[in-house]
């Protein structure tokens, strides 16, 4: 038998119960990740064959992360403004089409940060290779030409994704000193240590 007053032990292991009506609850096992793991992975690559040449992934913007703890990290967010988008000269609707998430509902807050995705969004424009909407009609203004489309591949993984910008390290010669620093340190301390004792033998002499 536990003795003293100590926690109740109330651990769940993450399982979840589900509900039986002919007797106590049930717990339900997830014993299929290995399958589901599978399940996922042929799904994806199912969907990237039906769509293709489009790639997988849709273009983010650029985002702080929220509270003021982690304001300075910068992550992916969920999609650009209608300002971002009207700067870069698109439109939401036709955004959507080349594969620009779009939220309406975020705003910027900061001339830095429309800027930064703005400059996304052009870089973005300058490589990406618009098929004509119909093949035998005349391509318009904003497709490309017949000889990209026949050179395009299927782009895998995040589209442009976020590099941190490297921190440069230099590495300089660290001079040679005559008096160790070390060793003064000790002697300090040492000096430290007896200066009372010093002291009490002069008091005495004199």
Do not use: W
Not at 102 to 108: E, Q
């Amino acid at each position: 038998m536990v003795k003293h007053n100590n926690v109740i032990p109330n651990i769940h292991c993450h399982k979840k119960y589900l509900e039986s009506s002919r007797g106590p609850l049930k717990v339900k096992l997830s014993l299929n990740q290995a399958g589901k793991k599978k399940s996922r992975r042929l799904a994806r690559a199912a969907r990237a064959a039906a769509i293709a040449p489009r790639p997988l992934k849709l273009l983010r913007p650029a985002v702080h992360c929220q509270t003021q703890r982690y304001s300075a990290k910068v992550r992916l967010g969920k999609g650009f403004t209608l300002e971002e988008l009207k700067a870069a000269g698109l439109t939401a609707k036709y955004a959507r089409t080349i594969g620009i998430a779009v939220d309406h509902r975020r705003t910027n807050k900061s001339a830095e940060s429309l800027a930064a995705n703005v400059a996304r969004l052009n870089e973005y424009k300058s490589k990406v290779i618009v098929f004509p909407k119909k093949r035998m009609s005349a391509t318009k203004s904003g497709d490309s030409s017949a000889e990209e489309c026949k050179a395009a591949s299927q782009y895998s993984g995040t589209v442009l994704p976020l590099v941190k910008p490297a921190k440069e390290i230099v590495l300089e010669d660290v001079p040679e000193q005559e008096v160790s620093a070390f060793t003064q340190m000790r002697l300090a301390a040492k000096e430290t240590r007896v200066a009372g004792h010093r002291a009490s033998v002069a008091n005495r002499k004199e």
